[in-house]
């Protein structure tokens, strides 16, 4: 056996760390003639990511594809907006860049002669003020002007050269164009993965939350910043050029594009804009309506201020927010500093570069002083702690209509270990594709089923929630939100070797419930079988070592399965879905999973499946030392039915059996659903009763059944399902024929 590989001391951390620090300065200045279009190829995923996105979700296609397809169409729009408005208006970029500075000059020249012209004194209340003694209290207008236009004269010159190259179609800009293209497409590609790149640096599972948090925070005020300067952008665009071309003024197209690039420069920018305007008004050769050259500049004045006010008061809340959360001096002061450090790019990026450093900043101050590193958080978390108080719990709200027992259309998942088995052996209508899940009672983020039939046909299951509330959940249930999730899986290949958190880490982590959960066998090929736990003699050093380098098959417990067969499956339990079985599985409502182990299967772009070992080692059970399928406990039931109680660990046999309970345990049962498996003879009745205080689910895993309630019949058919409202009231089940059915509260 190989010697495990010696850690590194203090001292060699701490060489390598400065050594790679030394070296990413080395390369980035190397390669800093490429920095710029890195930057803007960034910019350009980034606020694509959320349109690419939601097309990925919605098509079968994968996330490379969808990227090309989506970079294409975005080409042909530009070079089509272009050919139709792009020519006219980088002209008179161009013009409006060569003849703005000449009439800045002038605009200059007037001050001095109007400085020249003021009084020796102004009289205020009977005092005689000298003017002299004023104007040096004043800053220096002629050098602020000139610092400013120093800001926008590369702004201004790149414009014009930019527009003068696209009019000759200079290849080195189309060049640029293409290479910033292609480095979009391929952060776009790998957008989702960054997230998670950053969060993996921090080991210890704190530190990763810590990570998290600090990553959405940080990528929630550039998406905001960035997305909303742009929608800004083309709105302000499109404003200014009306209006100033509705006013006459030279240049209308090219004032508005200067407006609209202006936004991307924070409190400074608007004014640049509006003030190139003026000038252009000022100075114009032939002012309209008639107005003398200085009454024109006024009115184009008066313009630039109201469309101002439209976007400070209307626009700016509504589409960015408080995003940034700066004082506007801070953002000024940030924009110029940033221009002087890093020109047009610096003063763009330097408002959401400090609000990112300021985020962070707040984060290590807290950490410091031994405070909570999110404030916020925590309050929000006593918010909640207040409203799920049953003490001051509001009553259900008013119902629309009476309630009723609700079926539901599946939502198909397309993954790679899936086939077509629901359809050749359940009779199921499928869409295309290798369908692996069907969702069959589901109000998760990742998927949410809707209403079959009724008044609510349509309406997904937390949309009958938000109207039904309490209602439908039921008293008893201590959650917002629908706490279960059912569904039917079909595995033609081995499933990823996996294990799910318990609910508090998986609240620390993911911000999601843990998953806990019961599979019931539909059908199994002969030689079908399962991974279920660890063989004996496996602890974490073990097993840790193992998964490093994805040895860890002579570790895992293997059982074979038959149909019929019930496997309970605590949060903490290592296990796989072997090929040739059809699973019906009913777990706590979360998507939450860590792979150990994914059998070399890459995705559809080539890339491997992420696994999550050191997450997984976390929250193994070590428990689950060779488990078994064990007969469940049977329970009393009225005559013609035998009622059996799946979730519970006397389910769980096998050496695993005695690390988990002793006999004589009260405390076996499933803590968060109660599943009983009734069989029940042809003609044989359940008489229940939903009493407010909880919802029941009723699913028919064989022969046939029918639910009687307020006069109406719903059919219980082979692996179908039927979500009974906690306010129903009371209902019979009867047994058409001989029949296997699934009770689950």
């Keep these: 056996m190989q010697s495990a590989s010696p850690p590194w001391n203090t001292t060699t951390k701490a060489i390598v760390a400065v050594s790679a620090l030394a070296l990413f300065c080395l390369l980035v200045w190397v390669f800093r003639g490429l920095l710029q279009q890195v930057v803007l190829a960034a910019i350009l995923a980034y606020l694509l990511h959320p349109l690419i996105t939601f097309i990925d979700r919605r098509t079968p296609v994968n996330r490379v594809t969808v990227v090309l397809a989506f970079y294409l169409a975005l080409a042909l729009i530009v070079v089509a907006l272009f050919s139709m408005v792009g020519v006219t208006t980088f002209q008179q970029v161009l013009d409006l860049s060569r003849r703005l500075p000449d009439w800045f000059e002038e605009a200059l020249d007037q001050l001095q002669v109007l400085r020249e012209q003021l009084p020796e004194s102004i009289t205020v209340g009977g005092f005689a003020v000298p003017v002299a003694s004023l104007l040096p209290q004043l800053p220096g207008w002629d050098q602020l002007f000139s610092q400013v236009f120093g800001l926008l004269q590369p702004i201004l010159g790149r414009g014009g050269s930019l527009a003068a190259s696209v009019v000759t179609g200079t290849v080195a800009v189309l060049g640029q164009i293409v290479l910033i293209f292609i480095i979009s497409i391929y952060i776009a590609v790998d957008i989702p993965r960054i997230g998670s790149m950053i969060a993996n640096i921090a080991h210890k599972p704190g530190f990763r939350r810590d990570a998290e948090r600090l990553t959405s925070n940080v990528s929630q005020v550039w998406a905001a910043y960035m997305r909303g300067q742009a929608l800004l952008a083309i709105i302000i665009f499109v404003m200014v050029s009306a209006v100033l071309g509705i006013l006459g003024v030279d240049n209308a197209l090219g004032l508005g594009l200067l407006s609209g690039a202006m936004e991307f420069l924070p409190v400074i920018g608007p004014l640049a804009g509006a003030g190139a305007a003026i000038l252009v008004a000022l100075f114009q050769s032939s002012p309209g309506f008639g107005l003398d050259p200085l009454q024109f500049a006024l009115v184009v004045a008066v313009a630039m201020i109201v469309i101002q006010q439209i976007e400070n008061t209307l626009l700016v809340p509504r589409i960015v927010g408080k995003a940034l959360n700066l004082h506007p001096l801070l953002v000024m002061v940030s924009v110029v500093m940033g221009a002087s450090l890093a020109g047009l790019l610096g003063a763009i990026l330097a408002a959401p570069v400090v609000a990112s450093i300021r985020i962070l900043g707040e984060y290590a101050w807290h950490k410091m002083l031994d405070l909570p590193p999110f404030p916020d958080e925590e309050e929000s978390q006593e918010k909640d702690m207040q409203r799920n108080d049953p003490s001051e719990e509001e009553p259900a709200p008013p119902l629309d209509g009476n309630v009723y027992p609700l079926s539901f259309q599946p939502v198909f998942k397309d993954y790679i270990w899936g086939g077509r088995n629901l359809e050749t052996i359940l009779g199921r209508e499928l869409p295309p594709g290798t369908i692996a899940e069907s969702w069959e009672i589901a109000a998760h983020a990742n998927g949410q089923s809707k209403v079959a039939t009724g008044p609510l046909q349509g309406s997904t299951l937390a949309e009958v929630q938000q109207q039904w509330g309490r209602h439908l959940l039921g008293s008893s249930v201590d959650s917002d939100t ?59 050093e073990r097993f840790a070592r193992s998964a490093a380098t994805g040895a860890i098959d002579s570790m895992l417990h293997r059982i074979p399965i038959r149909t019929g067969d019930a496997v309970y499956l605590p949060a903490g339990t290592v296990h796989a879905l072997g090929p040739g079985a059809i699973i019906a599985e009913i777990q706590q ?63 769980i046999g096998g050496p695993a059996a005695g690390n988990l309970y ?5 405390e076996t049962a499933c803590p968060y659903f109660q599943v009983d498996r009734l069989t029940g003879q042809a003609g044989a009745v359940w008489q229940g009763s939903c009493d407010g205080s909880s919802f029941n689910i009723w699913g028919c895993i064989s022969g046939s059944a029918s639910l009687h309630c307020d006069g109406e019949t719903f059919e219980l058919r082979e692996v179908s399902w039927l979500l009974l409202p906690a306010a129903l009231g009371a209902y019979e089940v009867h047994a058409e024929t001989q029949c296997v059915l699934l009770k689950i509260i």
């Design 662 to 666: 002793t006999d004589g345990d009260s």
């Design 482 to 540: 629908f706490p279960l999730l059912i569904k039917v899986l079909d595995s033609n290949s081995w499933l990823s070797v996996q294990v799910h958190p318990d609910d508090p880490y998986a609240m620390e982590h993911a911000g999601d419930l843990g998953k806990t959960e019961l599979w019931i066998i539909l059908h199994a090929e002969p030689d079908a079988e399962i991974i279920y736990g660890l063989k004996a003699g496996v602890n974490r």
């Design 589 to 651: 409502n979360s998507d939450t999973t860590y792979r150990l182990y994914d059998w070399g299967r890459t995705e559809a772009d080539g890339q491997s499946r992420p696994l999550h070992v050191r997450q997984a080692l976390d929250v193994i059970d070590w428990r689950m030392v060779e488990p078994a399928v064990a007969a469940p406990p049977i329970l009393a039931a009225p005559a013609g039915w035998v009622r059996e109680a799946l979730a519970d660990l006397r389910a």
